[in-house]
């Protein structure tokens, strides 16, 4: 069955599990003792660091293990704020950040803290601009700035290396979550911090990495004596070895295979909206991944996609608010301002083959197809036109989850004049982004929304 969620985690890696079943022979010790076995344990940990280092780009005493990406950025972000208490309180992310770095933002906001979210273009993108912008027109200091590598949803590459310019340039620390990035090649740039996690690479789960440079004011709670006071806890030893081995081993290869996958991927962008009609591959087209595309597909949800890829046997995944037990859009998505439902995001492991995308490309269209079906989608632009057109109309969808209100809108744009009007009641948040996404897909003009006795009214003026 092939597995295209790589962004997600990656499957272990061949090497990972070598290391990983030969250190749970020699490093189950505690690598803080003296004895044989402890001594055993701590050089097996310090070859681990350096080999780390080496890949990140950091002096090995700089490097610090963590129990996951996660915890890596909760107490990055905790540790540089509190470090830098005194140079102000506010902190600045993009609007796509991992959901980590948003409940972090949370409980420094809930602290008395402030945060700044620099916007992204359509593409997922942050504008160097606007986020030097953020630095220079913050209202009080600003203590930490936070900038992923690539967005995990979209593949889009930030301007890493600018921001972290910026921040230099006005001596704030810059830290980036690589979690995406790192396992095909360091991340440039004058970063302060830097945070990863091994399962993203092929590594075990359970792993994560946090790089402090020296110069970085840093103030790690609770502090204990273990990884330079930065991260408390018995280390995983085992595992920590096996996340160093296949972090070499990966961005040993990393080059040749970034080059195949992309190829593979380009095949993807070309040919789903070649097969798929109502499809926009969101995304920068060029400054992304190698190995992951995302498209939305009008007229579909996420999860009824999802479902039926895997009864085909593919293993994919979905921003789409539906997947969420919240029901609430993809915060990537909703920043970017593309359709939110019936996304698809298909990231490639290493090693896939050309043969599986292949059969992908050909299961696709009948699974949309199936989907939209049985939703009653329009199979064309939309209704024919009444005899006698009226002049507006009200689509009740209240109550109804997305995409069904779109469905009903684009029923029902024939039936009025150009230059007529539908308003569409609904009281699904996927709805405020995915209305807009419709009109700009298909030609329409999305004239805005305001309250209404329940829910929300979002006027749409026929142009075509």
């Known amino acids: 069955m092939p597995y295209f969620d790589a962004a997600s985690s990656a499957p272990l890696h061949p090497v990972a599990r070598q290391a990983l079943l030969a250190a749970l022979d020699e490093g189950w010790a505690d690598p803080a003792r003296l004895h044989r076995e402890g001594r055993r344990a701590r050089l097996l940990l310090d070859a681990a660091r350096e080999t780390a280092a080496e890949a990140v780009g950091c002096r090995p005493d700089e490097l610090s293990f963590t129990p996951s990406g996660t915890r890596a950025l909760h107490d990055g972000i905790a540790g540089a704020l509190a470090g830098?208490?005194?140079?102000?309180?506010?902190?600045?992310?993009?609007a796509v950040e991992h959901s980590a770095v948003f409940r972090a933002a949370a409980a420094h906001e809930a602290s008395g803290g402030a945060v700044t979210e620099v916007p992204v273009d359509r593409t997922g993108r942050v504008a160097p601009d606007a986020y030097a912008a953020a630095l220079r027109e913050a209202p009080d200091g600003v203590a930490l700035a936070c900038l992923q590598s690539a967005n995990h949803e979209v593949g889009t590459v930030q301007p890493v290396e600018a921001a972290a310019e910026a921040c230099a340039a006005d001596g704030v620390p810059l830290l980036v979550d690589a979690a995406q990035s790192l396992g095909w090649g360091p991340v440039e740039g004058r970063w302060s911090l830097l945070t990863a996690s091994a399962h993203k690479w092929g590594g075990p789960p359970g792993v994560g990495f946090l790089a402090v440079r020296k110069g970085t004011r840093f103030r790690p709670a609770p502090v204990d004596e273990r990884e330079y006071g930065r991260a408390p806890g018995f280390e995983n030893l085992p595992a920590i070895v096996a996340a160093a081995a296949s972090l070499r081993a990966v961005r040993a290869g990393a080059a040749e295979e970034a080059e195949r996958l992309r190829g593979?991927?380009?095949?993807?962008?070309?040919?789903?909206?070649?097969?798929?009609?109502?499809?926009?591959v969101v995304g920068d087209p060029e400054r992304r991944l190698p190995h992951l595309v995302t498209f939305s597909c009008l007229y579909v949800d996420g999860e009824a996609l999802l479902h039926e890829l895997d009864r085909a046997e593919f293993s994919v995944s979905s921003g789409s608010s539906c997947t969420s037990s919240t029901l609430v859009p993809s915060h990537v998505l909703r920043a970017m301002g593309v359709l939110s439902e019936g996304n698809i995001r298909v990231s490639l492991p290493r090693g896939?083959?050309?043969?599986?995308v292949d059969r992908f490309l050909e299961v696709l269209p009948g699974v949309v197809a199936g989907v939209r079906e049985r939703l009653g989608a329009p199979a064309g632009a939309g209704a024919?036109?009444?005899?006698e057109p009226a002049a507006g109309l009200v689509v009740d969808s209240l109550g109804k989850r997305c995409p069904i209100p779109v469905i009903e809108l684009a029923k029902v744009?024939?039936?009025?004049p150009v230059g007529g009007v539908v308003t569409v009641l609904s009281d699904d948040e996927a709805a405020r982004l995915d209305i807009p996404a419709w009109?700009?897909?298909?030609?329409?003009?999305?004239?805005?929304?305001?309250?209404?006795?329940r829910g929300t009214a979002y006027r749409v003026r026929r142009r075509t």
């Not at 593979?264 to 926009?280: F, G, I, M, Q």
């Not at 896939?352 to 599986?356: P, Q, R």
């Not at 744009?413 to 009025?416: A, D, M, N, R, Y």
């Not at 897909?441 to 309250?451: A, D, I, K, L, V």
């Open 84 to 94: 830098r208490r005194r140079a102000g309180r506010r902190l600045i992310v993009s």
């Open 264 to 280: 593979l991927v380009d095949r993807v962008r070309a040919r789903v909206p070649e097969l798929v009609p109502d499809v926009e």
């Open 352 to 356: 896939a083959s050309g043969t599986d």
């Open 384 to 387: 024919a036109p009444a005899a």
């Open 413 to 416: 744009i024939g039936e009025v």
């Open 439 to 453: 009109c700009e897909m298909r030609g329409q003009t999305y004239e805005g929304e305001r309250p209404a006795e």
